[in-house]
């Protein structure tokens, strides 16, 4: 009798997490999509608003709200690497806050940039998520998820990388977040030397998530049995 208890709990529960899973991607998937509309309309539209001001608070809250995909890792429920997961959402953050507190980034282009690529790719990434929760892909949803990136990865790094180049001028001027000798902590930091020491990570980071994602397009392609698991990549 345990044991049939314990079985049936642990089916509840696992319907209980498909449940949730899919909720979530579907949640997130009509976010971007609304973000991604709204920075083709702006780009397309004469206005005094910048991107940011228009989708900014989007943004901010659905990138936000992605730290649950670090949780997810965490607890077990996804089988994506923690660490993994945890840096790439810890990028996507930092970028949110430069943007957020650096009113010189809201006129660059390179926001532009990384915005739509972000955007495009999160609704194929939820889209692809939420269907594999159900156990079936539409192969244009598969093939767009591993295809477009061949395109859209490279171009959010260089709108990342211009981002995070056009608000050190201000960062520095302004001492952004900066902490200063003397204190109490006998400790300094430097917002600006922080960001110098980022970007040569994307030059690291960027050939070895393509590489990753490369190999998972052939693997897709061919139709293997071994195609990517939706809960090794969420």
Not at 3 to 16: E, Y
Not at 54 to 81: C, D, N, R, W
Request: proline content about 4%.
């Amino acid at each position: 009798k345990n044991i049939t208890t314990f079985n049936q709990h642990q089916i509840i529960m696992g319907i209980a997490a498909k449940a949730y899973l899919i909720l979530y991607n579907v949640i997130q998937c009509i976010g971007w999509g609304y973000i991604l509309v709204n920075t083709i309309k702006h780009h397309n539209t004469k206005t005094d608003k910048t991107l940011w001001d228009t989708v900014g608070s989007m943004v901010s809250i659905f990138q936000y709200a992605a730290i649950l995909e670090v949780v997810h890792s965490l607890i077990g429920l996804v089988k994506t690497p923690f660490m993994t997961t945890a840096v790439q959402v810890a990028s996507r953050i930092l970028l949110v806050l430069i943007c957020n507190y650096v009113p010189t980034t809201h006129n660059a282009k390179t926001v532009y940039i990384m915005l739509f690529s972000w955007a495009l790719t999160e609704v194929i990434r939820y889209s692809f998520y939420a269907f594999g929760q159900i156990g079936y892909v539409p192969y244009p949803i598969g093939y767009l998820r591993y295809s477009l990136f061949l395109v859209l990865y490279p171009a959010g790094v260089f709108g990342e990388m211009g981002t995070i180049v056009s608000s050190l001028p201000y960062v520095k001027e302004h001492d952004l977040f900066g902490i200063s000798l003397p204190n109490k902590w006998n400790f300094s930091f430097s917002s600006y030397y922080f960001l110098l020491a980022v970007l040569p990570t994307y030059v690291f980071g960027l050939p070895w998530l393509y590489t990753y994602m490369i190999a998972q397009r052939k693997r897709f392609l061919s139709g293997a049995k071994s195609t990517p698991s939706v809960k090794k990549t969420q």
